[in-house]
């Protein structure tokens, strides 16, 4: 996800997006946990997102 893209947003669209990624890792985390996956590095990219929507998201609070 590119902060371009995430920049063009409003801040409860943003907010739908973060959501939608912690439901992410938590269902990874939990595929892990039972081994019907092996993809480590997604959680790791999963929470960068997370940090990019988040970041965004306080940018434009600050701003308004």
Request: hydrophobic content about 40%.
């Amino acid at each position: 996800m590119k902060v371009v893209e995430l920049r063009e947003k409003s801040i409860d669209e943003l907010f739908k997006v973060a959501d939608e990624l912690k439901i992410k890792i938590h269902q990874t985390q939990m595929e892990l946990a039972t081994n019907k996956s092996k993809n480590h590095g997604l959680i790791r990219n999963t929470k960068k997102d997370l940090a990019r929507v988040l970041t965004v998201v306080s940018e434009k609070q600050r701003s308004a």
